[in-house]
């Protein structure tokens, strides 16, 4: 309480003091980016849906929230989430209390199967570039939708009975866009196409998804996806696979911090090019009886690395921070181009803060494709290494969920004690994750202060 009686506004923030091989083992959570699409995919269900191994993070309580709004009954037991889609009774999804995510544009189609009208609040989730859902609004339109931006968010309504198949050839193969064309395509008339569609792991499982509901999807090579769409779906069981991103962190953290880390419940296929980075660099990994893989820095010399960012197979965006703190470590120069945001360098300033030596460009430093090329966005970085990082109670400020684990291993191999703030954006993704860390012997602790001025 302060002098005037008022209640002074305090903020989580971590006490880090790093320096030390970070080791241990741990269990990584359900995919985020595939629980959450997995619940609204739920709602073309005509009977209840069960998950298990659902991540207890904040992007899956504001996805529930979302649905109950509208009167689905969401039931929870631990990791296991059961989605009814049989109560829900109203077209007009809230605003969920804490925040936003990327969700609501991709409750469109599953509504307007339901209803002629419907309403999802505005997006919000990292800011990490413009992120625009052009792409999600044609496709509506397409299907036979006519949508708004409103001042709350977006209204759709249906032009006929029933939504119509369409043809679609995405500008980009954007991962949100393609599962809003998964969604208006299984229960609309007629034969749909899904050209220059995403192929990443979360697309995949969710067209298993739907299929056990019993969608009728064919994929063919050339990221074509041709769907047959049919009069009713059930609900299903599904078992959410573990977070490659998350997965990719804890090796970054191992290798970085020169410690040695036992990841259980991680699918190596879902790493796929990260893990011969990270070999190439100087990392190891080896895959234990148990199934768990225990990743590890192999050689005393890191070597430096060019990484391009790419739409799956490629190199994860949501990989490179974490690998980015490796490379602070490599010996030379690394370059990262970053393809798919042109916003994503921010925690770079945070980096720079403990000593690492990096600089942006906005020229393409590498032979990808590029929609960045010449628009001068600062979307490529040059790191020069090794830094030996340093902390003095120095602040590091969260700029997006996935930087916030990368200002972990920052903070972790950092001499001295870092300050990590706005922990909020990185628990909507991993939760209540200090117990975790503190597991694999990190010094860490969450202590809330008075928000500055
Ligand atoms: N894009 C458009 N128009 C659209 C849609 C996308 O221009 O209508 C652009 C985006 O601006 C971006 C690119 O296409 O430059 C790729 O965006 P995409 O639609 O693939 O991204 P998303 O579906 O919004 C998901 C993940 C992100 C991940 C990307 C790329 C979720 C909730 N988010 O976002 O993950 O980076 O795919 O793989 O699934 C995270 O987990 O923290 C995260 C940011």
């Not at 395509?185 to 056990?212: C, D, H, K």
């Amino acid at each position: 309480m302060s002098e005037t009686g008022v209640q002074a506004k305090t903020e989580p923030v971590y006490e880090i003091t790093g320096g030390k091989p970070v080791e241990g083992e741990l269990t990584v959570l359900g995919s985020k980016n595939f629980a959450t699409k997995a619940m609204v995919a739920a709602l073309l269900g005509d009977s209840p849906t069960t998950f298990q191994n659902a991540p207890p993070i904040g992007d899956v309580a504001i996805t529930e929230q979302m649905l109950m709004s509208i009167g689905a009954t969401v039931t929870t037991d631990g990791s296991t989430v059961v989605v009814d889609p049989t109560t829900v009774i109203r077209p007009d999804v809230q605003h969920p209390d804490s925040a936003s995510n990327r969700i609501p544009i991709l409750l469109v189609g599953p509504l307007l199967h339901k209803f002629e009208r419907v309403s999802v609040p505005a997006l919000s989730g990292c800011n990490i570039g413009r992120r625009p859902v052009d792409f999600h609004l044609r496709a509506i339109e397409a299907f036979g939708g006519v949508v708004e931006e409103t001042d709350e968010g977006y209204a759709a309504m249906r032009r006929g009975p029933r939504l119509q198949a369409a043809h679609i050839r995405l500008e980009y193969p954007s991962v949100g866009a393609t599962e809003t064309c998964l969604f208006l395509s299984v229960l609309a008339q007629g034969r749909s196409v899904i050209a220059n569609a995403a192929v990443e792991p979360e697309i995949l499982e969710l067209i298993t998804m739907l299929r056990s509901m019993g969608a009728v999807i064919f994929t063919s090579p050339g990221r074509e996806i041709r769907v047959e769409g049919v009069e009713r779906l059930s609900g299903t069981f599904t078992r959410i696979s573990g977070d490659r991103i998350e997965a990719a962190s804890w090796a970054s953290l191992a290798c970085a911090s020169n410690g040695r880390i036992t990841v259980n419940g991680v699918t190596l296929e879902h790493l796929g090019n990260f893990l011969s980075h990270f070999r190439q660099v100087g990392g190891g990994y080896t895959r234990l009886e148990s199934g768990a893989v225990e990743f590890f820095r192999e050689s005393s010399t890191m070597r430096p690395a060019v990484i391009e960012t790419d739409v799956y197979p490629g190199f994860s965006t949501d990989w490179q921070q974490p690998f980015a703190v490796v490379l602070t470590q490599c010996e030379g120069i690394s370059i990262v181009h970053e393809t798919v945001y042109e916003d994503r360098f921010g925690y770079l300033r945070a980096l720079s803060k403990l000593g690492a030596n990096s600089q942006l460009t906005s020229h393409c430093l590498g032979s990808l494709p590029c929609r960045y090329r010449d628009k001068g966005y600062d979307h490529s970085a040059i790191l020069s290494g090794p830094t030996q990082l340093v902390a003095r109670d120095t602040e590091i400020q969260i700029p997006d969920l996935r930087a916030g684990l990368a200002y972990i291993i920052a903070a972790a191999m950092a001499e001295g004690r870092s300050i990590v703030s706005n922990v909020a954006l990185l628990e909507r993704g991993y939760g209540d994750i200090v117990p975790r860390l503190s597991s694999l012997n990190l010094d860490i602790k969450r202590t809330t202060r008075p928000v500055p001025r």
